[in-house]
């Protein structure tokens, strides 16, 4: 991949993990708020609905929850596929370890180190 399409795919899986972040949340609420019913007023006839609603909830819950995983497990792939991702001085893919340690650095190790290298003695006086 690319680095920009890299970048296409995380920012819709990102998009998409806060959707589910937000809906996770929202089922929680509705559960929590369902909850005390089914276990108070139980036994009744007409709780049978109520029962079936909080079952739902909960399913819905899980799937959501499942989904945030693989897009989680995704967006660390994606994190690693970084060799695609070109040094702006030199062009050559910078090395994975090096993302892994500073994601979203624009240069490889050899022109970090000679750039950070320059500017140091520039420092000097
Ligand atoms: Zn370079």
């Keep these: 991949m690319t680095a920009q399409l890299v970048k296409q795919v995380k920012d819709t899986l990102t998009e998409k993990r806060a959707m589910l972040i937000a809906e996770i949340a ?16 139980g036994g009744f006839a007409d709780q049978a609905s109520q029962v079936e609603i909080h079952e739902y909830l909960i399913n819905r819950k899980r799937v959501s929850e ?9 967006l660390s792939e994606i994190a690693s596929e970084v060799d ?3 040094c702006v001085v030199c062009g050559k893919p910078i090395e994975p370890d090096r993302l892994g340690i500073l994601p979203g650095t624009p240069l ?11 500017n140091h003695n520039h420092n000097h006086r």
């Design 26 to 41: 929202d089922l929680a609420t509705s559960i929590d708020e369902c909850c005390p019913d089914v276990i108070s007023v």
């Design 84 to 86: 695609e991702i070109h």
């Design 66 to 74: 499942e989904e945030l995983i693989r897009i989680e497990a995704r």
């Design 108 to 118: 490889d190790s050899a022109c970090a180190h000679r750039l950070g290298a320059n």
